[in-house]
């Protein structure tokens, strides 16, 4: 859209944008269609922004917020998240508690939008939502899916990949309890293939793969574990530990190689 030929009121510009399907906008595109510098927009957006109209959740990044998400002050993060990447210029995807709740497998909503990315970026607020931000080494490698929204796409973890997320930060997936919990609930996902998580395990520790397999195996009464069982239990001689944030004892599961150094509950039963 030509911003030269196009000239809007300030007050009236978010839901000007939003009706021609327009969800982010540059200072350098609001200046246009406002007629004004771009160091007078932040001032001509101040009061449309204080009515909730507009979120900015990075410098030069402007978000017109749709009228029933003006009271929470933002769009949900995963409305935003690939525009504030892309004007960012870094790959993410989301992963961890945030991608388990978009694949209906978070037991607890995750009280913070958790994001991987490719390079350090400092938490923000946008709205209600928490960004926080995770590096992940090698990210470009890893599996995503297109996670549909109402103005495109964002990048989000495969269920194996949110698997190993979770198992791999158990801090972040909310303790061990929780992370069992969505361990299980993310293999009854119609996409869920043990195939794709025993390739994948490859790019991570073995003690996250071993900490999923012996979820699966104990509570999920899921057959077809045989192959994920001999890649991880092969990978290093020294057992795993279950529970990073517990204590270093406990008995240890020789078909998994993995310490259980505390009780595991389902808290979805």
Not at 10 to 18: H, K, S, Y
Not at 94 to 102: D, I, T
Not at 119 to 148: D, K, N, Y
């Amino acid at each position: 859209m030509d911003t030269q030929r196009v000239s809007v009121r300030a007050p009236e510009l978010a839901n000007w944008l939003l009706s021609r399907g327009v969800s982010s906008q540059s200072t350098g595109e609001v200046a246009g269609y406002l007629g004004v510098p771009e160091d007078q927009v932040r001032r001509r957006l101040h009061v449309p922004r204080q009515r909730g109209q507009w979120v900015s959740p990075a410098h030069g990044l402007w978000i017109p917020v749709p009228l029933e998400y003006r009271t929470w002050g933002a769009p949900p993060g995963i409305e935003i998240v690939e525009a504030l990447m892309r004007h960012m210029h870094v790959d993410y995807y989301v992963g961890w508690l945030s991608a388990a709740e978009l694949h209906g497998a978070a037991h607890q909503a995750p009280q913070v939008f958790q994001v991987a990315t490719s390079r350090h970026v400092r938490p923000r607020q946008a709205g209600r939502t928490r960004f926080e931000f995770q590096i992940r080494t090698g990210l470009s490698e890893l599996p995503t899916m297109a996670f549909p929204t109402r103005s495109g796409t964002a990048r989000v973890a495969t269920p194996e990949l949110t698997m190993l997320d979770v198992a791999s930060d158990v801090a972040l997936a909310g303790g061990i309890d929780n992370m069992a919990t969505v361990l299980i609930e993310l293999a009854e996902h119609d996409q869920f293939d043990v195939a794709r998580l025993t390739e994948l395990t490859a790019r991570f520790p073995a003690a996250p793969a071993r900490r999923i397999g012996w979820i699966l195996d104990s509570f999920a009464d899921m057959d077809g574990l045989d192959a994920l069982r001999e890649t991880v239990a092969s990978r290093a001689v020294t057992a795993s530990i279950l529970d990073p944030l517990g204590p270093d004892e406990g008995s240890v599961d020789r078909r998994w190689q993995l310490r259980i150094n505390r009780d595991v509950e389902d808290e979805s039963s």
